[in-house]
């Protein structure tokens, strides 16, 4: 699985990772891949650049302009098979 992160390192870019990474740990998963996107031309190709931070998943947009919790983002990790 891969999951990208696009972001310019602001402030809710970085909640964002922080969370992410609490909820690949309690997943359990160990294939999972994180990237942190700040490339403004490969996020302009996603979401305009005030909708950061956004989140794909294996390339498809689940999330945008907002910070998931932690129990969402572990149903998006449940949602994707190992």
């Known amino acids: 699985m891969k999951i990208q992160i696009l972001g310019t390192g602001c402030h809710n ?3 964002l990772e ?3 990474a609490e909820a690949v740990a ?3 998963r160990t294939d999972v891949e994180v990237e942190r996107v ?3 031309q490969i996020i302009r190709h996603h979401i305009p650049l005030d909708a950061i931070p956004g989140l794909l ?3 498809r ?3 945008q ?3 998931p919790n932690i129990e969402t983002l ?3 990790l449940r949602a994707v098979p190992a």
């Open 18 to 20: 922080m969370r992410l």
């Open 13 to 15: 870019c970085l909640e």
């Open 61 to 63: 947009l689940v999330s």
């Open 74 to 76: 572990l149903d998006w």
């Open 26 to 28: 309690k997943s359990g």
């Open 65 to 67: 302009r907002e910070i």
């Open 57 to 59: 998943i294996d390339g």
């Open 38 to 40: 700040d490339s403004e």
